[in-house]
């Protein structure tokens, strides 16, 4: 699975989950592309995905109401202006990203083999999603694609979140985009295709906010969790962590990594990039 190696170095960098003492080598030029990284409310930041990308993030989240047969960025429909388009947004700049790089959104060498888009439907689902579906289709040179001859990896994974409209994915030939499951669907027998990431609120499945140590009860499920997700092929996110600038913010991250969480989801770019950054998870 996807960083496991880092999971493996974390531990050994700290038996006491203290990972404080684990200090970087200098960044260097260019940006440090951070695989664990995700921009949460990514729209919502002075230049979405442009401010994410700096920071060296690997995942940004979009969300997306259907009006007049497009697709439109924004938290809530009054906020919806015209000119906040999902391509104008993300899928245009994405494609340019990816062009300029040579197949890649990031140029780095050892850069993430994939940027994911996690989009958030907030307007009807199925008619939402088959003008997604279209949309996505256009852009088929960087997004995966999932089709009889299985999955065809490319730069930018899309997943779709918020209303998700399940049976009409999986009856879908040919797909642009993955499906967010939840923890009542850790069991799934869905395909790692059609399923690839699991999310969910961390308050409605965990009480301990990082302060104090972490009960081991709750140590233990956290890692039964992303096991059985990994066993299943997928990734794991949970929203809704502590995201204010705290010693108890860095605990739980800390947790999260230790536990072998692949998406830390953040509204703080620049606060999640130096923690990664200064612990060495890269």
């Not at 850069?111 to 996505?136: C, H, M, N």
Request: hydrophobic share 40%.
């Amino acid at each position: 699975m996807q960083m496991r190696s880092t999971y493996i170095a974390m531990l050994m960098c700290s038996a006491s989950l203290s990972l404080l003492s684990c200090r970087s080598h200098p960044a260097g030029t260019g940006v440090v592309p951070l695989p664990l990284a995700h921009a949460h409310n990514d729209y919502r930041h002075e230049q979405p995905l442009h401010d994410a990308l700096a920071h060296g993030f690997s995942g940004v989240e979009a969300d997306i109401f259907l009006v007049d047969d497009d697709l439109f960025v924004a938290h809530d429909r009054h906020e919806i202006t015209p000119e906040r388009t999902l391509r104008r947004l993300y899928l245009d700049p994405l494609r340019e990203r990816v062009k300029q790089n040579g197949g890649s959104v990031y140029p780095n060498p050892g850069a993430p083999g994939q940027v994911t888009l996690l989009i958030d439907i907030k307007s009807e689902t199925a008619a939402t999603y088959k003008v997604l579906d279209r949309i996505l289709a256009e852009y088929q040179d960087i997004f995966t694609s999932f089709g009889p001859d299985g999955r065809s990896d490319k730069a930018v994974l899309a997943v779709i979140s918020g209303n998700r409209p399940y049976e009409l994915m999986a009856s879908q030939k040919v797909r642009y985009a993955g499906y967010d499951g939840r923890l009542t669907d850790l069991q799934s027998n869905a395909p790692a295709d059609l399923m690839p990431l699991i999310s969910d609120n961390w308050t409605r499945h965990f009480k301990w906010r990082g302060t104090g140590r972490m009960p081991a009860e709750e140590r233990g499920k956290l890692r039964e969790i992303v096991q059985t997700a990994h066993d299943k092929g997928r990734r794991v996110r949970f929203w809704a962590t502590p995201d204010n600038p705290s010693a108890a913010r860095e605990a739980l991250w800390r947790e999260l990594i230790l536990a072998g969480v692949d998406m830390l989801n953040t509204d703080d770019l620049e606060g999640l990039q130096q923690f990664l950054l200064s612990h060495r998870v890269r």
